[in-house]
């Protein structure tokens, strides 16, 4: 998950290049998309249903790469959600900013009473 958002690249040159307070999010949170989100945010997140987006820790950066430290498990689904193509990381539970996103390795169909489940170490982000 090594793709930043452009909001998540134009925070990092202004505070690291320009002395601009980047201030980061008191908690990250996980989305699932039904298409590419882009570096833009302009995905179709998955909505209804039962669908939120969750909470996410990281593990301290090894050599320029985190991972997430427990398991994301999403509630059950009480409507289809679609077809899950990518994730995304953002800066509050609804709304806010993308900060990463990733296709998935595998696209997953999510049906009523059907739940999605990102296992422990699943989302690497890397900056390389």
Same mark, same amino acid.
């Not at 570096?39 to 985190?66: C, K, L, N, W």
């Not at 595998?106 to 059907?114: L, M, P, Q, R």
């Given at each position: 998950?090594?793709?930043? *958002? @452009? ?7 202004? !505070?690291?290049?320009?002395?601009? $307070?980047? #201030? *980061? $999010? !008191? ?6 998309? %039904?298409? @590419?989100? #882009? @570096? ?17 820790? +990281?593990?301290?950066? %090894? ?7 427990? @398991?994301?498990? +999403? $509630? ?6 679609? %077809?899950?193509?990518? &994730?995304?990381? +953002?800066? !509050?539970? *609804?709304?806010?900013?993308?900060? +990463?996103? !990733? ?5 997953? #169909?999510?049906? &009523? ?5 990102? $296992?422990?170490?699943?989302? &690497?982000?890397?900056?390389?």
């Amino acid at each position: 998950m090594s793709q930043l *958002s @452009d909001y998540l690249e134009n925070a990092l040159i202004n !505070a690291v290049l320009r002395n601009t $307070p980047y #201030t *980061s $999010p !008191a908690t990250v949170y996980v989305g699932l998309f %039904t298409s @590419d989100p #882009t @570096d833009a945010g302009t995905g179709t997140e998955v909505s209804g249903g039962a669908y939120a987006r969750q909470a996410v820790t +990281f593990t301290a950066p %090894t050599d320029g790469q985190t991972s997430n430290s427990a @398991d994301v498990l +999403f $509630p059950i689904a009480t409507a289809a959600w679609g %077809t899950v193509t990518h &994730i995304g990381l +953002f800066d !509050a539970l *609804s709304g806010g900013n993308l900060l +990463f996103h !990733a296709p998935l390795e595998f696209e997953k #169909t999510i049906n &009523i009473s059907s739940q999605f489940k990102l $296992p422990q170490n699943y989302l &690497i982000v890397r900056l390389k």
